[in-house]
């Protein structure tokens, strides 16, 4: 009887193990999703920025400044930016200072 509970307590430990095992993967892919979808986006000089998406921030959110850039392959830009208030945000434009929504 004992050896039967044994075998009993092993293989319950083991479906654990793969189940957990087998999340951890899902978890995994999940993340590489994320990034690839990031990755459209490259880092850009924030000198880089068009005058016109700076005049547009100007305009839209006085006082705020630009912390880092990043582009994309259609000249679209995703700006993280800091607020007079001590706030972020993450704002979208085009090249012409038009503001996207994302």
């Known amino acids: 009887m004992k050896n039967l509970m044994f075998a009993a307590v092993l293989s319950l430990g ?3 193990a793969f189940a957990q095992e087998e999340e ?12 690839e ?4 986006f490259a880092e850009v000089a924030v ?5 016109a998406i ?19 392959e259609d000249a ?3 700006l993280e930016v800091a607020k007079e208030d ?9 090249a012409e200072g ?4 994302k």
Do not use: R
């Not at 995994?28 to 994320?34: F, G, L, Q, S």
């Not at 979808?37 to 459209?40: E, L, M």
């Not at 038009?98 to 929504?101: C, F, G, M, Q, V």
């Open 24 to 35: 951890t993967v899902v978890e995994e892919t999940v993340a590489t999703e994320v990034v």
């Open 86 to 94: 001590g706030e972020t945000a993450e704002l979208y434009a085009d």
């Open 47 to 51: 000198e880089e920025v068009p005058a």
């Open 37 to 40: 979808a990031q990755d459209a």
């Open 54 to 72: 700076s005049e547009a921030l100007e305009a839209a959110h006085p006082g705020a400044t630009i912390s880092k850039a990043f582009m994309n």
């Open 98 to 101: 038009n503001w996207i929504e």
């Open 14 to 16: 083991t479906m654990t």
């Open 76 to 78: 679209q830009y995703k």
